[in-house]
């Protein structure tokens, strides 16, 4: 059974940075599609940003584009996001997700909470 746990969230001053980490176990998750989505209050959860298993691919939302960066580290198994310049809009729970590809991700972590005070 695989399990994601996200932690390095927090409170942070609109233009802040905050680095987010995901650690897989269970099995390693060096071949799989990391993602990182989120979910603010009262909306939708939300794609944020991917990677693919060699990190030369990486997807993001437009919002998130210049501003957060996606990293893993296939020997820790762990999948980072590096959220610089934060938004009080960025304030929202953020998910650490995993599978074979972006329409396929069946592994969850319980999420982290970002708060972006103004």
């Known amino acids: 059974q695989v399990q994601l746990v996200e932690s390095g969230g927090g409170l942070v001053q609109a233009g802040g940075s905050l680095r987010l980490s995901c650690a897989a176990s269970?099995?390693?998750?060096?071949?799989?599609?990391m993602t990182w989505f989120r979910r603010a209050p009262g909306k939708e959860r939300e794609f944020v940003a991917g990677?693919?298993?060699?990190?030369?691919?990486?997807w993001y939302t437009d919002s998130a584009k210049g501003r957060f960066t996606i990293s893993r580290d296939n020997a820790k198994n762990t999948v980072y996001l590096q959220m610089n310049s934060l938004k009080p809009e960025d304030t929202a729970v953020y998910y650490c997700?995993?599978?074979?590809?972006?329409?396929?991700?069946?592994?969850w972590g319980q999420g982290t909470q970002v708060t972006v005070s103004s």
């Open positions: 997700a995993a599978g074979v590809g972006l329409g396929s991700l069946p592994y």
């Open positions: 269970g099995r390693t998750l060096s071949s799989y599609v």
């Open positions: 990677v693919n298993w060699s990190s030369d691919r990486t």
